[in-house]
Structures are given as C-alpha cells and as structure tokens.
C-alpha cells in the first residue's frame, strides 16, 4: 500500500487555521449555552494541546492506533461532556435561530450521534454509565422533537430541523435492533419513530425529490436542489425503518433517489446539490468549485453505498468512491477545524471532515467478499490516528462543544467493522453492476 503524506504546505495551513481566534460574535453566542467541556478551544490551545497527527502521523501499512483503546478513551470523554441536564450533546455549527441561540436541530442531531456512538461501542450492555447516558439523551430526543422548530414548516432559507429527523430515526431504529429502547422511553419511541418516518416523507423537496436544509426558492418549490448530504442519509435512514415494518412512500424513495442519480458528473463526482437536470454527461472542468472530484470525495462514499442499497449500485464507481477519499484526504484534513466554510479550490466545510470517515468505513464494509477489505480498514484506522485530538477526543469544528459529535462520529468509524450492515431498501431489485474489466 502506497503511504499517502500530508506535505509541509498542508500542515502548515492548518496550524494558522489552529492558531486563528474564534470571532467574537461567535465567542457571544457560545457563552450564551452552557460549555462543560474539558477541551480547549482551537483558539486556546498550546503546543502541548495540538492535534496528534497531519505532519506528525504518517500513513503506513500498519495503524498506529489501537482501536479498543481509542474508542474506550472516547467513550469516557463523552460521558463527561452532556450539557443541559446532563441529557443532551448539541453539535455547533455557523447556523444560529432567533436571538442567536443554537438549533434544536443541531442538538437533536448532535445528541442521537452521540447516543449511537455509546450504544454501539463494545459492552453496551454490561455498562450502566451509558446506558444511563443514553437513556437521558434518548428522553431530551424525544422531548425536544415536539418542539415548534422540529415539526414540518420549514423557516426561511436555511432550517437544519431534518438533520435532527434523520439521526434521530436512526438512533431510535438501531436501539429497536438492538433490543435496547430504554424502558421508561419504550412506547414513546415506537410512536415518534413512525412520526419520524411520516415527517421525512412529507419533507421531501416536491416533484424534485430529496431534501435539503437550504431551500432558497421557497420551501415548495421543486427548483431546490437535493442535497446529496443530507439525501443519501435520510435514505438509509427510510430505508431501514421500511425493514423494520415502517410504512415508507416509495414515491419518496424514488424522487430522492433520482435526485442523487442526476448529481452524478461524468468522472463519479456528486455534486453538492442535485441539479434539476442530469449531470451525468458533464466532464470535471466544467463543474462548479463544490461539484468536483475532490469536493465530492466526502460524499462520494455515501451516495454510491445509498444506491447500491437500493439495487442502483455500480460496484466499480463504488471502489472509486472509496479510493476517492483517501487520495483527497489531504483535501480534507486541511480543513479540520479551520474558519470558514466552503473554501476555494474545492468548497469543503471543516464539518464533512468526520462525516467523510463515517460513510467511507461504511463503504468499506459492503465491498464484496475477497477485497481487501483488512487493508482500508486498517488505513481507515491510520487516518482517524493522524486527527485525534490530545485528550483523546475529535473535533472537525472550532467550537468546542462539537467534540462531542467528532468524538461520536470517529468511534462509529472504528466500530464499523463490527457494526450491523445498513438495511437495502425492501422489495428493491439489488442487482448491482458488475464490475467493468
């Protein structure tokens, strides 16, 4: 296997990143919510407290990094970051509702990662620490889910309220599969889990298909583009619940599936939004700065595991997907918890950065029998070393309080190997391409 180095350029762009101060309108709406978090802000941080990794881990055949040992010390630092009544795990991003607090979106969203995350690290159910924590988390989900901002209307051009549906569904369903619904929670989750479903199938971009938390022609409109990063998730997320015995619209499913297939550019890249016609024939220089190959190698992963699941799948662009992201991880990394969003050359936000570790372990584990699949889990491991924060912790943001969501999502990465395999979608034809020679 072929070592891939960030080059000095790289590590260099991100220590200015790590050495910028948060801005101070932003340091005003952080102080607003509780901040229990034992890690420093990027801002705050000293040459002891640098992330373990970029210039300081190279990639080698082996990982340098145990994953047992990792995930223990994740888990018990997530145990020691809820907020509110100990009973939820917001995630902090650039958008702010009324009166600049954080939305419940995002702490809906935040908490179900989180709760997944210690549901899904090993021996679950002989430690009552966590059970405990995600039965809290799991009643602050519920509670909040009847607020006004997580029901159907969507408010103004940007709502991250499905963001909250979607990982929410997904918590609910893999607690159900696991015969761990907390009791006290056990009826109230079976009916906002229907709710859930109804409420994504309803919230689907009309005519177009998918979804999107930015709806800037109006929230009727078909002329919204999908987003392919929220689409594909809400996908597997309707996918399994149909498993499950759900009643899922197949007309959502295959608007929204339409719309990712329409993403797709001639080289494989998806676009960041679904155009409403086809980018199948558009070559990679005639695509936008967040349509190209490298701005798609976060993505790319996700949306071919999606339709693979749905009997759409090419096994090929699906192997490329996977490459895809290893060779752009520099890309990538560059961004981690730097300012600002899409950046030029290829329009990548600091918060795909660990969504993009996710969804390629995940591709990893549908590859076919036979590949090598014990090579790109062990380099998946040896990436996640290169960005794990020096108190055991991750974190693509600059805010602090979203180590809790890098924390969650890095352990899910590590454990997907031994992680059920997502549900493809019931009914569907799941013969996949075959290998082009």
Known sequence: MKAIHVSSRWASIVAVCAALSVPLAAQKRVAEQPKPQPTPRVADRTEAHKPVGFSQFPVADEAPLDADAAIERAVAQLLKMPEGDGDQWPYEGVYREDRGMLPVGYRIGGTSIVCLSLFAAKGYSKDDARKQAVEKGVGFVLKTLDEPRMQLDFVGNYDVRGWGHIYALQLFLSLADGNAIPAAHDEAVKTKTAWLVSALCKSEI??????????????????????????????????????????????????????????????????????????????????????????????????????????????????????????????????KSALGTHIPPYGIAPYYFLFGHVYCAQAIELLPDGDDKDALRTKMRAYLARSIDYD???????????????????????????????APRASAKRKSAEVKK
């Open 392 to 422: 055991g912790t991750w974190n693509d943001r600059q805010f602090e309080r979203s180590a809790g969501y890098g924390t969650a999502m890095a352990i899910l990465a590590l454990r997907m190997p031994e992680l059920p395999r997502p």
């Open 206 to 335: 009309p005519q177009a298909g998918g979804w999107n938390y930015s709806r800037r022609a109006g929230y009727e409109s078909p002329r919204n583009p999908a987003s392919t990063f929220m689409t594909a998730p809400a996908l597997q997320a309707l996918f399994h619940a149909k498993a499950r015995g759900y009643a899922v619209d197949d007309g959502v499913l295959d608007r929204a599936l339409a719309a990712l297939e329409r993403a797709r550019s001639e080289p494989g890249a998806y676009g960041y939004g679904a155009a409403t016609k086809s980018q199948n024939e558009v070559p990679d220089e005639k695509l936008s700065m967040m349509d190209k190959v490298g701005s798609s190698a976060s993505r790319a992963a996700l949306v071919e595991t999606t339709l693979l699941l749905a009997g759409r799948g090419d096994a090929t662009r699906h192997r490329r997907a996977i490459d895809w992201f290893f060779a752009h991880w520099d890309d990538l990394a560059v961004r």
